[in-house]
């Protein structure tokens, strides 16, 4: 099966090449600050770059490119890039805050469960992911990422 025409989408190429940027970035922040790798970086949310904001703010410029500004493309292109970024810093920084507080609790119960010789709560619930969210930082970063992606892949065409 020839798949050659997923690379014939400018859209499609520009997203995945600012997602897998933003990746590989944050993977190597991340092994920089805690010297030593973590391959769950590689795919994980949160953290700096914002992948999510990279990803939007690529295709939003590259719509703006293609098809101008009055397009639909470039609208709905502004519109979900405006709430993916609003939802990481709100919504999704919330749920990595309200996650942390819980894994905290756990560690908590668990300690009382152990003197006492229970199951512990660990072995119930597993420990959830904390790192869901983004600083406004991280999401301006993966802005910016995603604007400097479209704009040399622009000027490549």
Avoid at 65 to 78: D, E, K, R
């Amino acid at each position: 099966m020839d798949f050659s025409f997923l690379l014939s989408n400018d859209l499609i190429n520009v997203s995945v090449i600012a997602w897998i940027s933003a990746q590989l970035i944050k993977t190597l922040l991340d092994f920089i600050k805690h010297k030593q790798f973590d391959r769950h970086r590689l795919a994980g949310a949160g953290g700096m770059p914002s992948s999510h904001s990279a990803v939007t703010c690529s295709v939003l410029l590259t719509s703006y490119y293609l098809y101008g500004f009055n397009s639909p493309i470039f609208a709905l292109s502004f519109v979900f890039a405006l709430i993916v970024m609003y939802d990481a810093t709100g919504v999704r920084w919330a749920a990595g805050l309200h996650a942390k507080a819980i894994n905290q609790i756990v560690e908590y119960l668990e300690k009382d469960d152990e003197e006492k010789g229970k199951q512990t709560l660990q072995e119930l619930i597993p420990r959830l992911n904390e790192s869901l969210g983004h600083r406004v930082i991280e999401v301006i970063c993966g802005a910016l990422l995603g604007f400097a992606i479209a704009v040399i892949a622009h000027f490549l065409r």
